[in-house]
């Protein structure tokens, strides 16, 4: 021991308290390695300074002729035990972080204190020497009347660490308690915090918790459901919707094809008849969007099947119009044609049919007509490194073929029908003078040409190599050094 300290022992162990703190603080949480081996050597040189001049926490402090001296001995060896069951707390909570990770949180406060508990009763009974029977006595009938007073938030912690050992969720999971549905922020000592869609702050007490119903969403993993509920007219035939409904299923791309999504019969009333979807995605942030899409889809599909979405006030019956006069009016491109002008146009189309998996228009093939969409989903192709993949999928009102139309080029894509499809064609010859004479329909179709260009582009193309950056290291690396 060297002679400063064994001069000044009382001196350097509070030294060394302030130096365990200012390591502690400075030390980047990073590093908990390095802080708590920083931590365990400080406490045992602590340890051998108060045992080198006798201040042993076993027993009272020495110095009974000096107060000044015996006072701080005595708090240095109460700070020993204190010392040690902090000591001995992060011990425990860093193995056991890397067993049960941040879930585990609970359990280690829970243990550290009764740790703190069992070392202040320790330094009360050896330091102090004071009877330990009467003190228990005296704390458990303060525990009681405590107990009492805060029967509510003892019932938030217990259930809390129920809730963790059962581990109904965890964090980062999305849940849904009583209704309240968000990602799993934090769970401590009172409540659980979940972040909802809005991205408020929900914050649920442990003892609701573990008495409400509880939708775990991430369970099991990459498989999130969702369910879109449609009410159509009485009158139409189920079939007839439950085959829309289907279609606009089989349009959508981001639903899992296992679990494969389904259409049920949910309700019926004297008002209409209440039809859901349902199905899964492969994450939380896709259903907001999916849900929208699959709306959207079904909205097309019944429309194209002739049915349409209940409203609230049914308007007078439209007048009879042929499928391609209804489809015109249904088409984003051609809905600016003036109502001459379309009845004038549907006489002009021609209805074809394609069974799934036939070919409507091959890449590099040009075409000379345009293909509308009326009903069906048509599968889009394209081709990267040899081997094709879908790139989308279509559905209801969208046009095929406007690359040949436009500007005598190839189709850039394998277009071909995924279920059952009825397409309306309209040759070059009587479309290309309504282009010439209506410039918003030509703009328009040369906007969905443009946009249709660069997606394919960039699905096909190969990502860019990041050049990987050479420095003195890896030069020495590359030479054995």
Not at 142 to 166: C, E, H, K, W
Not at 390 to 400: F, K, Q
Request: contains cysteine.
């Amino acid at each position: 021991m060297p002679s400063f300290i064994a001069d000044h022992p009382m001196l350097c162990a509070v030294a060394l308290i302030l130096i365990d703190i200012a390591v502690w603080r400075l030390i980047s949480p990073n590093l908990s390695n390095w802080k708590l081996a920083g931590r365990l050597v400080i406490f045992a040189v602590f340890s051998a300074v108060l045992f080198n001049d006798g201040m042993n926490p076993m027993q009272a402090a020495p110095y009974a002729d000096d107060t000044t001296l015996h006072l701080a001995a005595t708090a240095l060896q109460i700070g020993w035990w204190l010392f040690a069951a902090r000591t001995l707390t992060v011990l425990l909570g860093a193995v056991m972080m890397q067993r049960v990770g941040h879930t585990g949180r609970l359990l280690q406060d829970l243990m550290g204190a009764v740790i703190f508990l069992i070392a202040i009763i320790a330094a009360m009974a050896y330091v102090l020497d004071l009877p330990v029977k009467g003190v228990l006595a005296t704390s458990g009938a303060v525990a009681i009347i405590v107990g009492l007073a805060l029967q509510s938030t003892l019932s938030d912690v217990f259930s809390g660490i129920v809730l963790n050992t059962t581990k109904p969720y965890q964090i980062d999971d999305w849940i849904s308690i009583d209704g309240t549905e968000g990602r799993v922020t934090d769970i401590d000592w009172r409540a659980t915090r979940l972040q909802t869609s809005q991205g408020s702050l929900a914050v649920i007490p442990n003892s609701l918790a573990a008495k409400a119903k509880i939708i775990n969403f991430s369970r099991p993993a990459d498989m999130f459901g969702l369910a879109v509920s449609l009410q159509v007219s009485p009158h139409a035939r189920p079939q007839t919707v439950i085959e829309a409904l289907e279609r606009a299923m089989q349009g959508c791309r981001p639903l899992l094809a296992q679990p494969a999504p389904s259409v049920a019969f949910k309700a019926s009333t004297g008002s209409g008849v209440e039809y859901e979807i349902s199905g899964f995605v492969p994450a939380m942030g896709l259903k907001r969007e999916t849900r929208n899409q699959l709306y959207d889809l079904a909205y097309r599909h019944l429309q194209a099947a002739g049915v349409g979405l209940l409203s609230a006030t049914e308007g007078s019956t439209p007048p009879a119009v042929s499928g391609a006069r209804a489809l015109l009016e249904r088409s984003s491109i051609f809905s600016t044609l003036r109502q001459e002008e379309k009845d004038t146009f549907s006489q002009n189309m021609t209805l074809h049919t394609y069974r799934a998996g036939e070919m409507i228009l091959a890449a590099g093939e040009v075409s000379d007509h345009l293909f509308i969409i009326e009903s069906g989903v048509v599968s889009v192709l394209l081709i990267k490194d040899g081997h094709k993949f879908e790139a989308g999928r279509m559905g209801p009102g969208e046009v095929i073929g406007e690359s040949g139309i436009l500007s005598d080029q190839a189709a850039l894509a394998d277009f071909s029908a995924k279920t059952y499809c009825t397409l309306y064609r309209i040759e070059n010859e009587y479309l290309k003078p309504c282009l010439d004479a209506r410039h918003d329909i030509g703009e328009a179709m040369k906007a969905l040409l443009d946009f249709r260009r660069h997606a394919a582009q960039a699905l096909t193309e190969d990502a860019p190599v990041v050049p990987v950056k050479k420095g003195f290291i890896q030069w020495l690396r590359n030479r054995g050094l």
